[in-house]
């Protein structure tokens, strides 16, 4: 047995986190004066955060999408990446009246001021009979809009609000489209944000109220979480100056910024006061270098694993997964921050007043803890004397559970729904309505010549593909420039197109470029941009019209562009990618879990529950967002998948969350162990000492998570409910039915590690020293009396921190 590092008996001196805390703890106020300097810079930086957030990006970096824009943007001068559509509506008037045309008229005018706006069809123009509506009571402009995802989002609510202006009685006048609905999805969730924290916070302090027994010690938590997390949002802004964030980042890093700030604090806190107890007459300093030593250093290592697992999203080639793998490694990294610094200076600052205000009822389980009587005590005793049976069933009930994740289906919702209200919405769901499901939103197929302008020969072969996607029973229309070629002069010839763009045709600079050697066609889907009709439709165009298109010509290249084409590009990208992610995360965690408890079972077995707790969740998640089961307690409508994103980032967040739960009820274990290397008083006692606590952490988790599902946005509330889910799970079957059990029926193996393994790896100890008994009592209340002599005398004379 190796020796142990203890902070006041010389030889091998404190440890690091035991100097920090003591430090932190002595210089309150250098601290404290530091931190406020931090927090007011985090506060001015958090606006721009805000400001800087972008609808979810589904860009892949060297996807045939982001090649289809990337030429759309170099190869066209008026450098048109998007088109949306302006939606002129009336439940009075018909597109004929003189009122209605009027509307219409002066939009267009407005459209055309606007910043970021490159071309505008007006449907009372000629050739635009195909914008007009069959009830003669809607009518579409169509506007291309220049700039990358973030111009283009930030310049949407602008536009709306100039066109508001041309606004009349009877007539309204609606923006909608992929930037318009990125837009107004961030603005939802701005207020489902807010709304969410506003019911959370309060029910995490009283959660905090019932565990700590006192208002001072259940404040510091919740205040400490709210610091952390203002922080975190205020780096966020300094890097959205060089960089873009999505703005479900905004809502992941809330969620677990308070829940890892508030978790992080409550299990420091609890140590904290269990080192007061167990040595009243230790000055405050030391009390908090003990504290920072043990469940200060099981914290940090807790952080790190999360932050490894998150680090795992940036292997995934598309900015919506390294944008969220970013803003929560930052999030991760403050909380961190904040509990390895400011929170040991303000456990020294209330010192013994932790304890104060204690909530009436409450007051002699404050001053009089008895674990040994506790419900904790008699359950875990429970498990260990059945654990084959009730460790069983557990696993048994998280199977079944996870059954309904073998049909999980991906798919991608663009949010329209959710923001049903605001005109983007609304203005989607009219042109869904009345002209096609995906002419808000069209299809772009980039047609390039590699050889110059466009001879005779490539206008043919595109003219063939203009007709031939026309042809497919998915497709509404499609806008190319052999048609307008064949409206306007009769031909789709070199010279008729020569012509053509001498004029300076408005429409025709839409659809190719000045130079004649790029053009789009713009594809209308029947269907929704979001369904399964409308991604069939683009594998087809990729798969056999597009190729037959480049063998027919020379030099042409065909690329397919517009957010169904990005939706198929992500998934690809997932697919491709996740078996990276998960041999990334599941190895490097292993070596941690290695370094940390030196022992190969417990590495292994905490990845198998990990994932046991994850499955479940995915199975869960699957039965109630895909097949429809909690549509009405939920408030939502199933759209039979699950956001394309969210399950590779949920697992990657899930797994971090999973091992930190691990990290403290083991290294509380091996604590005993390594005193006394009984397993099953190991484990008894660990669990006896962590159960309540990481109870009390889940529930806090559980009700910041779960106050996420009363967002309008899907895949917040999904979020939500999978990380709700997980972590009652967890800290339920898994922790305090499955681990004890598992651990009583391996017996000593769990402690089991190579010689030649041991002396190869580093010593990463979680165990800085034995935990904390009642001044005054050798005992420990966790473990049945007759076993305390044989503990007291072996263990006589070594210090309680």
């Given at each position: 047995m190796s020796p142990r590092r203890q902070p006041e008996q010389g030889g091998y001196g404190p440890p690091l986190l035991h100097r920090l805390g003591a430090w932190?703890?002595?210089?309150?106020?250098?601290?404290?004066?530091?931190?406020?300097?931090?927090?007011?810079?985090?506060?001015?930086?958090?606006?721009t955060f805000s400001d800087s957030l972008t609808g979810s990006s589904l860009n892949v970096s060297g996807s045939e999408s982001a090649r289809a824009?990337?030429?759309?943007?170099?190869?066209?001068?008026?450098?048109?990446?998007?088109?949306?559509?302006?939606?002129?509506?009336?439940?009075?008037?018909?597109?004929?009246?003189?009122?209605?045309?009027?509307?219409?008229?002066?939009?267009v005018a407005e459209l055309r001021k606007q910043p970021g706006v490159a071309s505008v069809e007006d449907p009372y123009a000629p050739g635009g009979q195909a914008q007009i509506a069959p009830d003669g009571r809607t009518a579409l402009v169509l506007a291309g809009l220049t700039g990358d995802e973030r111009d283009r989002q930030g310049d949407a609510p602008g536009i709306q609000q100039a066109l508001d202006g041309v606004r009349a009685d009877g007539v309204d006048v609606m923006l909608t489209g992929s930037s318009a609905l990125n837009a107004a999805v961030v603005e939802q969730e701005d207020k489902d944000i807010a709304r969410a924290e506003s019911i959370g916070v309060p029910i995490a302090l009283l959660v905090l109220l019932i565990a700590f027994g006192t208002l001072v010690a259940a404040g510091l938590p919740i205040l400490l979480g709210v610091a952390a997390l203002m922080t975190s949002f205020g780096v966020l802004g300094a890097l959205s100056y060089v960089t873009s964030f999505d703005t479900f980042v905004q809502a992941v890093v809330t969620m677990l910024g308070l829940a890892l700030g508030i978790d992080y604090c409550l299990f420091i806190v609890t140590r904290y006061r269990e080192e007061l107890q167990a040595r009243p007459d230790r000055a405050i300093a030391q009390t908090v270098g003990a504290t920072m030593a043990s469940a200060g250093k099981a914290?940090?290592?807790?952080?790190?694993?999360?932050?490894?697992?998150?680090?795992?999203?940036?292997?995934?080639?598309?900015?919506?997964?390294?944008?969220?793998?970013?803003g929560v490694m930052v999030a991760v990294a403050v909380m961190l921050t904040v509990s390895m610094t400011l929170l040991p200076a303000v456990l020294a600052l209330c010192g013994t007043k932790i304890n104060r205000l204690a909530v009436p009822g409450l007051r002699r389980a404050v001053s009089h803890p008895d674990p040994e009587h506790s419900i904790w005590a008699h359950w875990t005793r429970f498990v260990l004397r059945r654990p084959?049976?009730?460790?069983?069933?557990?696993?048994?009930?998280?199977?079944?559970?996870?059954?309904?994740?073998a049909g999980l289906k991906l798919g991608f919702d663009v949010g329209a729904s959710a923001v049903a209200d605001a005109p983007a919405g609304a203005g989607y769901d009219l042109v869904s309505k009345k002209f096609a499901p995906g002419a808000a939103t069209p299809i772009q197929v980039v047609v390039t010549s590699d050889k110059g302008a466009f001879d005779d020969g490539d206008l043919a072969a595109m003219d063939r593909l203009t007709a031939r996607i026309e042809g497919n029973d998915q497709v509404d229309s499609v806008l190319s420039v052999t048609s307008l070629l064949k409206e306007q002069g009769g031909r789709s010839d070199s010279?008729?197109?020569?012509?053509?763009?001498?004029?300076?045709?408005?429409?025709?600079?839409?659809?190719?470029?000045?130079?004649?050697?790029a053009a789009v066609l713009t594809v209308f889907s029947k269907a929704a941009p979001d369904s399964d009709e409308a991604i069939e439709l683009v594998h087809w165009i990729r798969g056999t019209a597009g190729p037959d298109a480049e063998n027919s010509a020379d030099a042409l290249t065909v690329a397919t562009g517009g957010l169904t084409a990005q939706t198929v590009d992500v998934a690809d990208e997932i697919d491709r990618s996740t078996p990276w992610v998960l041999a990334a995360i599941l190895g490097l965690s292993f070596v941690l879990l290695l370094l940390a408890f030196r022992s190969l079972l417990l590495a292994f077995s905490a990845?198998?529950?990990?994932?046991?707790?994850?499955?479940?969740?995915?199975?869960?998640?699957?039965?109630?967002?895909?097949?429809?089961?909690?549509?009405?307690?939920?408030?939502?409508?199933?759209?039979?998948f699950i956001q394309a994103y969210l399950p590779l980032l949920t697992f990657v967040v899930l797994f971090g969350l999973s091992m930190d739960y691990e990290v403290f009820i083991i290294s509380r274990m091996k604590e005993e162990w390594d005193r006394t290397k009984d397993n099953t008083r190991a484990v008894t006692v660990g669990t006896v000492h962590t159960a309540k606590v990481i109870t009390a952490a889940a529930a806090i988790m559980?009700?910041?998570?779960?106050?996420?599902?009363?967002?309008?946005?899907?895949?917040?509330?999904?979020?939500?409910?999978?990380?709700?889910?997980?972590?009652?799970?967890?800290?339920?079957?898994?922790?305090?039915?499955?681990?004890?059990?598992?651990?009583?029926?391996?017996?000593?193996?769990?402690?089991?590690?190579?010689?030649?393994?041991?002396?190869?790896l580093p010593r990463v100890d979680l165990t800085e020293g034995p935990s904390p008994t009642p001044a005054g009592d050798g005992t420990d209340p966790a473990v049945p009396a007759p076993a305390q002599a044989a503990r007291t005398s072996s263990t006589s004379g070594t210090p309680s921190d």
């Amino acid at each position: 047995m190796s020796p142990r590092r203890q902070p006041e008996q010389g030889g091998y001196g404190p440890p690091l986190l035991h100097r920090l805390g003591a430090w932190c703890a002595t210089h309150v106020w250098k601290v404290l004066a530091a931190w406020l300097v931090v927090l007011v810079a985090g506060g001015l930086l958090v606006p721009t955060f805000s400001d800087s957030l972008t609808g979810s990006s589904l860009n892949v970096s060297g996807s045939e999408s982001a090649r289809a824009e990337k030429a759309m943007k170099e190869d066209f001068d008026g450098s048109v990446t998007e088109d949306v559509v302006v939606v002129f509506d009336s439940s009075t008037l018909t597109v004929k009246d003189t009122a209605f045309r009027d509307v219409v008229r002066r939009g267009v005018a407005e459209l055309r001021k606007q910043p970021g706006v490159a071309s505008v069809e007006d449907p009372y123009a000629p050739g635009g009979q195909a914008q007009i509506a069959p009830d003669g009571r809607t009518a579409l402009v169509l506007a291309g809009l220049t700039g990358d995802e973030r111009d283009r989002q930030g310049d949407a609510p602008g536009i709306q609000q100039a066109l508001d202006g041309v606004r009349a009685d009877g007539v309204d006048v609606m923006l909608t489209g992929s930037s318009a609905l990125n837009a107004a999805v961030v603005e939802q969730e701005d207020k489902d944000i807010a709304r969410a924290e506003s019911i959370g916070v309060p029910i995490a302090l009283l959660v905090l109220l019932i565990a700590f027994g006192t208002l001072v010690a259940a404040g510091l938590p919740i205040l400490l979480g709210v610091a952390a997390l203002m922080t975190s949002f205020g780096v966020l802004g300094a890097l959205s100056y060089v960089t873009s964030f999505d703005t479900f980042v905004q809502a992941v890093v809330t969620m677990l910024g308070l829940a890892l700030g508030i978790d992080y604090c409550l299990f420091i806190v609890t140590r904290y006061r269990e080192e007061l107890q167990a040595r009243p007459d230790r000055a405050i300093a030391q009390t908090v270098g003990a504290t920072m030593a043990s469940a200060g250093k099981a914290v940090l290592f807790s952080g790190c694993t999360v932050l490894i697992s998150v680090a795992g999203l940036l292997l995934v080639r598309a900015p919506v997964f390294r944008s969220m793998a970013f803003g929560v490694m930052v999030a991760v990294a403050v909380m961190l921050t904040v509990s390895m610094t400011l929170l040991p200076a303000v456990l020294a600052l209330c010192g013994t007043k932790i304890n104060r205000l204690a909530v009436p009822g409450l007051r002699r389980a404050v001053s009089h803890p008895d674990p040994e009587h506790s419900i904790w005590a008699h359950w875990t005793r429970f498990v260990l004397r059945r654990p084959l049976l009730i460790g069983g069933a557990a696993v048994l009930a998280l199977g079944a559970a996870a059954v309904p994740v073998a049909g999980l289906k991906l798919g991608f919702d663009v949010g329209a729904s959710a923001v049903a209200d605001a005109p983007a919405g609304a203005g989607y769901d009219l042109v869904s309505k009345k002209f096609a499901p995906g002419a808000a939103t069209p299809i772009q197929v980039v047609v390039t010549s590699d050889k110059g302008a466009f001879d005779d020969g490539d206008l043919a072969a595109m003219d063939r593909l203009t007709a031939r996607i026309e042809g497919n029973d998915q497709v509404d229309s499609v806008l190319s420039v052999t048609s307008l070629l064949k409206e306007q002069g009769g031909r789709s010839d070199s010279a008729t197109l020569k012509a053509a763009l001498a004029k300076d045709s408005a429409a025709l600079d839409r659809i190719v470029n000045s130079r004649a050697d790029a053009a789009v066609l713009t594809v209308f889907s029947k269907a929704a941009p979001d369904s399964d009709e409308a991604i069939e439709l683009v594998h087809w165009i990729r798969g056999t019209a597009g190729p037959d298109a480049e063998n027919s010509a020379d030099a042409l290249t065909v690329a397919t562009g517009g957010l169904t084409a990005q939706t198929v590009d992500v998934a690809d990208e997932i697919d491709r990618s996740t078996p990276w992610v998960l041999a990334a995360i599941l190895g490097l965690s292993f070596v941690l879990l290695l370094l940390a408890f030196r022992s190969l079972l417990l590495a292994f077995s905490a990845i198998v529950m990990n994932l046991l707790s994850v499955g479940a969740a995915f199975g869960l998640l699957t039965w109630v967002f895909q097949e429809g089961a909690g549509e009405s307690l939920l408030d939502f409508t199933s759209r039979g998948f699950i956001q394309a994103y969210l399950p590779l980032l949920t697992f990657v967040v899930l797994f971090g969350l999973s091992m930190d739960y691990e990290v403290f009820i083991i290294s509380r274990m091996k604590e005993e162990w390594d005193r006394t290397k009984d397993n099953t008083r190991a484990v008894t006692v660990g669990t006896v000492h962590t159960a309540k606590v990481i109870t009390a952490a889940a529930a806090i988790m559980v009700v910041v998570f779960a106050a996420f599902m009363i967002t309008k946005v899907v895949e917040v509330k999904q979020m939500g409910f999978a990380l709700a889910v997980a972590v009652l799970v967890d800290a339920t079957l898994i922790r305090v039915i499955i681990v004890p059990a598992a651990m009583r029926l391996a017996g000593d193996a769990n402690w089991w590690l190579p010689g030649w393994l041991d002396r190869v790896l580093p010593r990463v100890d979680l165990t800085e020293g034995p935990s904390p008994t009642p001044a005054g009592d050798g005992t420990d209340p966790a473990v049945p009396a007759p076993a305390q002599a044989a503990r007291t005398s072996s263990t006589s004379g070594t210090p309680s921190d």
